[in-house]
């Protein structure tokens, strides 16, 4: 995990969607964010936060993790494994890995990839929140293991 955001800026992202900030929302945000690499399951929040929150139920973590993502505040990947989650940062693609299920973020900083997302936008008329794009294969990691 890498630094933890301040309550106050947690704070202001919850608000500036339009979001209640409860105190399990914040840490759930929080512990999102605060994410260096790869994505979590919901499961590996509820066991993360549950020692901080003994009354945190798992319907209460998929509901904030509903919420956020709605709110384009994180992102949710569909994976063969199940969902995972992660913070959304600049535009990325997601690497996904086909044997291990690792998901690695690589931030290319293309303006190729900006550009057709804000045409896209503007063909529909569309606000558009965040973007990531997937690529399923397999890891260097995997591959050496045959």
Known sequence: MGTPLPASELLAM????GLAATTQ???LLGSLLAIDE??????DLYR??????PTLSRATVYNNLAALGAA??????????GSRYGPVTQPHVNLVCLGCGQISDALIGDEGLTSVVERAAAAGAFAV????????GVCAACRARG
Do not use: P
């Open 129 to 136: 929140r965040s973007v990531s794009v997937s690529v399923s």
């Open 14 to 17: 919850l608000d500036s969607r």
């Open 25 to 27: 929302r914040v840490a």
């Open 72 to 81: 384009g505040l994180i992102e949710k990947l569909d994976t063969h494994e």
């Open 48 to 53: 993360e936060l549950s020692g901080q929150f």
């Open 38 to 43: 790869g994505h979590v399951s919901a499961e």
